[in-house]
T-cell receptor, first 114, second 112 residues
Framework: DADVTQTPRNRITKTGKRIMLECSQTKGHDRMYWYRQDPGLGLRLIYYSFDVKDINKGEISDGYSVSRQAQAKFSLSLESAIPNQTALYFC?????????????FGPGTRLTVL | SQQGEEDPQALSIQEGENATMNCSYKTSINNLQWYRQNSGRGLVHLILIRSNEREKHSGRLRVTLDTSKKSSSLLITASRAADTASYFCATVPVDSSYKLIFGSGTRLLVRP
């Protein structure tokens, strides 16, 4: 969905480095999410935010932190990257007013930790 | 943990044939959604079926939902090579409506 953008699209880093992945949306949605996808698996929820200053842990939050700087921006940080955080990372948004939780995804960031 | 399980994990068919993918889940749901993912790309929402609906159509897509069996199926009719992708079901639990719980997906290959 072109209304949800992620930067960078690809990143290779080394163990122990701090990494930030950024997500921006122009859909005007209040809810934003970060997921990770490992090969052959579905998506797993890392963190989610219902609005600015609202941050909630998902299924696999250890080793990650997030910041919701504005309604349109939600960034994911790996404070000290480790190899098993190598994965495809997706940001998504949804509109709480619809009640159905249909989510709109960004193109993904492929992260490799050496 | 993943709630949805999809079957088959991989499916290869000839262009023009129909493709059927199945999804099972474990808890009571508000709705069930199907998403498509082209290789290495983001997920695209295809169709949503509410828990009180049994069947829904959208173009060449037909989705069924059986809440008594906690299962759903996605049928793609008259498949095209461009339908080649991974397909995921995702459920919204009744008690956690903010969640979207994904299955592990079905990889569909449509041969020209």
């Amino acid at each position: 969905d072109a209304d949800v953008t992620q930067t960078p699209r690809n990143r290779i880093t080394k163990t122990g480095k701090r990494i930030m992945l950024e997500c921006s949306q122009t859909k005007g949605h209040d809810r934003m999410y970060w997921y990770r996808q490992d090969p052959g698996l579905g998506l797993r929820l890392i963190y989610y935010s219902f609005d600015v200053k609202d941050i909630n842990k998902g299924e696999i939050s250890d080793g990650y932190s997030v910041s919701r700087q504005a309604q349109a921006k939600f960034s994911l940080s790996l404070e000290s990257a480790i190899p098993n955080q190598t994965a495809l990372y997706f940001c998504a948004t949804s509109d709480s007013l619809t009640g159905y939780n249909e989510q709109f995804f960004g193109p993904g960031t492929r992260l490799t930790v050496l | 943990s993943q709630q949805g399980e999809e079957d088959p994990q991989a499916l290869s068919i000839q262009e023009g044939e129909n493709a059927t993918m199945n999804c099972s889940y474990k808890t009571s749901i508000n709705n069930l959604q199907w998403y498509r993912q082209n290789s290495g790309r983001g997920l695209v929402h295809l169709i949503l079926i509410r828990s009180n609906e049994r069947e829904k159509h959208s173009g060449r897509l037909r989705v069924t939902l059986d809440t008594s069996k906690k299962s759903s199926s996605l049928l793609i009719t008259a498949s095209r090579a461009a339908d080649t992708a991974s397909y995921f079901c995702a459920t919204v639990p009744v008690d956690s409506s903010y969640k979207l719980i994904f299955g592990s997906g079905t990889r569909l290959l449509v041969r020209p």
